[in-house]
């Protein structure tokens, strides 16, 4: 089972990219998770770019959705909302035949970015994600200086992060048995 990661978040240091590589190595065995890392690299979205010509860097992500069984995303929240390049590259997503009906996991790493975590339920739910909602988990690692190997190895981050990550896995699985 292969699974996409998105970090709506460009910073160097940006614990939601920390928390996703944290949840690729507590994955449960036959689970790869791949981190999407293109996210800076995607033109502002545009309509008129949006056909069988799209750019190359949404091409490629659009690939990468096309080949995964499931998609987790962890974003900031910013200015109570989604963050802009998360946003830019879910609407790249939307015209394509690549996302609807892809089982989605958020990780939310901060229990006070409610907004944003609302918003992008809302937008999911629009572009036709199966949300595993009993696989989305909330971290309290806003403010620590937190990285894949600290939140693996913090017994009160791993374990709820390992569970939502077998959730996610089973989640994937009845679906695939569904279809």
């Known amino acids: 089972m292969k699974v996409a ?9 940006s614990s939601n990219t920390a928390v996703l590589r944290a949840a690729a190595r507590l994955a449960p065995a036959g689970v790869e998770v791949v981190l999407f890392e293109g996210i800076a690299d995607l033109p502002f979205f545009n309509p008129d770019l949006d056909g069988d010509d799209v750019p190359a860097p949404v091409g490629a992500m ?17 200015a109570r909302g989604v963050a802009g390049v998360l946003k830019n590259a879910l609407d790249w997503l939307v015209g394509s035949h690549e996302f609807p009906d892809k089982p989605v996991a958020l990780i939310n790493t901060s229990p006070r970015a409610t907004h944003a975590l609302a918003a992008l339920t809302l937008t999911l739910e629009t572009m036709s994600a199966r949300l595993a909602r009993d696989a989305c988990v909330t971290l309290p690692l806003l403010g620590g200086a937190w990285n894949e190997h600290s939140i693996a190895a913090d017994p009160a981050l791993a374990e709820p992060l390992r569970l939502a990550m077998e959730r996610f896995a089973a989640f994937i699985a009845t679906m695939q048995a569904e279809a």
Not at 64 to 72: A, F, K, T, Y
């Open 5 to 13: 990661a998105i970090s709506g978040s460009l910073r160097t240091g």
């Open 62 to 78: 659009r690939q990468l959705i096309g080949r995964v069984d499931g998609l987790l995303i962890s974003s900031p929240e910013y």
